[in-house]
């Protein structure tokens, strides 16, 4: 079974990682990883990526065909622009799929090759998880 193709006849879904768990969890998905190279980037891209983004804390999803996210904790909008010419408004939810797509498709081009390797597999998970988003056309564009 090819794990990096969406398959539209079981809905992927998300569970909020308890605050408890969230070092476990990170640690158990991506290693060392997490913290001094997953994280930061997916930071760094929601700065660059909406002006109106001004840091804040950020809720970690684990998802039922094991991929990863994280997103704002916030409820509202974000106006971004992104280096396809994509400009746009993304929910918080929506912003953090899209942050952790482009962190991981960068990070899949690394020298590691297993970390690569494993950021190229966290994409594709989460980007079969986004195709079910009701922001999806959004998340495309901004991401295609």
């Known amino acids: ?12 879904t998300r569970h909020l990682v308890p605050e408890d768990q969230r070092l476990a969890v990170t640690a158990s998905l991506f290693g060392p990883h997490f ?3 997953i994280e930061p980037v997916v930071y760094a891209i929601a700065d660059r990526m909406a002006d109106d ?4 804390y950020w809720q970690f999803y684990t998802l039922s065909n094991a991929g990863f996210y994280l997103a ?21 939810g929506a912003l953090g799929i899209v942050c952790c797509l482009y962190a991981y ?13 494993l950021c ?21 564009g901004a991401t295609d």
Do not use: W
């Open 105 to 117: 498709s960068h990070l899949s081009f690394q020298g590691d090759f297993d970390f690569s390797r």
């Open 120 to 140: 190229a597999k966290h994409y594709h998970l989460l980007r079969s998880y986004a195709m079910g988003h009701a922001e999806v056309a959004a998340i495309l």
């Open 53 to 56: 983004y001004c840091g804040g």
């Open 35 to 37: 913290p001094l190279q």
């Open 1 to 12: 079974m090819n794990h990096f193709i969406d398959d539209d006849r079981a809905a992927v």
């Open 72 to 92: 704002p904790d916030e409820d509202r909008s974000f106006e971004i622009k992104c280096q396809n010419y994509f400009n746009g408004t993304l929910s918080a």
